[in-house]
């Protein structure tokens, strides 16, 4: 049994009543209630209990999502609503008989994820210069459509804006120059016997793609433009990255984040060659998939059982969380430069009672030797209170030193 957590605009009519789904041919059970919120402040959810056939615990998650997929499906096809996974709390082993069940239970998510401090004056300098060219609606269509792949938490629908984006450029600039059709094994110009000659045609939307992408990235080959025209054919025809994957020789992210930097190249194009005379600053993502950090435990215990004769799931005795060593980060880190003595210091001080240790072990964490120096990274919380105390004239042995540090290095310089 699986125990899902589900953000949708409906709710069940009673507080504390199960609904319950039942497959025909006994694929899975569910059980659905409303979550009752005493904060209002966090999204309504609803809970998912979904009962179900796994060859074992360890591959009961996949099973679980497929299930859920069809579950979700008709919650949505039957109502017209949003039905979304919010997060899964725990797998519990129903077999009959046991008195210590296996559960895997998903930890609590990091209390907050820092954004990555990157917006500054260089970037909005770059905005107002782009936006001096009036750029045409095709354009700002496919930017839009680029932002809506950026945006996406799901890997079928980022590709699918992405090739919504790429698609739109590529009909516009199709040039109606005629071409020849093209042998499926070695791509060159197929000819007939008959008439002696090389049929051609108004390029397809299929070549016009092909050809965009060639002149944006040269070293794009043609196994890569197969792929993604695969890729593309199987999610509008139905199937989705997760089911072909096995067939294409990338990772469903990987297909992802190869079509999102074409398009973002093709984008970059658009622009008249002189806009970048001038110094422009472009953000490059290692990765165009939204990735969120979890822990799972894998615990034996005994389940209680409800009024109905179901696994109570709500734990309410046993609770696992992820927990940040920090407090949250918005600005960027600071990067400073201390002597060898200077950094031994250092790291006496983490040995030192006082509420200076937890930040001085975050900087030895991060110390690198070059030479006859040491950097490290300083958190823009922990650069406030050094700075702070400083002001202050507060005197003692983590505030002189950082004070004679300041002194001697560059404090200015900061990393992203």
Known sequence: ??????????????????????????????????????????????SLHLTFEAPNLEEAAEVAEEQLVDCLS???????????????????????????????????????????PFLDQQITDSIDHLLTFDAPPVMRRAMRWYRM?????????????????????????????????QCPHCRSALYCETCKKHPVHKPYEKQGIRE???????????????????????????????????ELPNSREEIVDVLGKIVF???????????????????????????????????????????DGEFDLSFSGTKISMVSDVSPQSARPTLLVMTLDQHKRL???CYEKGDHQEMC??????????????TTVVLSTDMVRILDTMKRGDTGGWQDLFREILGDSKSDDSIG
């Open 347 to 349: 790291e006496h001080l």
């Open 149 to 181: 792949g950026i945006n996406s938490a799901f890997l079928d629908d980022q590709f699918q804006c992405f090739w919504f984006a790429l698609e739109l450029i590529a009909i516009s600039q199709k040039s109606s120059k005629k071409v020849p059709d």
């Open 265 to 307: 190249m093709v984008l970059v194009n658009q622009f008249p060659k002189e806009t970048f005379n001038e110094k422009v600053v472009f953000g490059s993502p290692s990765t165009y998939v939204h990735r969120t950090l979890t822990g799972v435990a894998h615990l034996q215990t005994v389940v209680p059982v409800d009024v």
């Open 212 to 246: 965009l992408i060639k002149n944006v990235d040269k070293d794009c080959d043609d196994a890569t433009i197969e792929m993604l025209g695969k890729a593309r054919n199987s999610l509008m025809h139905g199937a989705t990255l997760r089911e072909i994957e096995e």
């Open 1 to 46: 049994m699986a125990n899902y957590e589900i953000r949708s605009e409906l709710s069940v009519v009673e507080d504390g009543r199960w609904l319950k789904l039942q497959h025909p041919k006994g694929l899975f059970r569910a059980r659905i209630r409303n979550i009752v919120r005493s904060d209002f402040s966090i999204p309504f959810l609803l």
């Open 74 to 116: 008709m919650l949505a096809f039957t109502t017209g609503s949003s039905f979304v996974r919010h997060r899964i709390r725990q797998i519990v082993d129903c077999t009959p008989g046991l008195q210590m069940r296996s559960c895997l239970m998903w930890g609590d998510s990091i209390g907050h994820e820092d954004p990555a």
């Open 361 to 374: 072990r975050r900087m030895i964490q991060h110390a690198e030797t070059h030479g006859e120096q040491m």
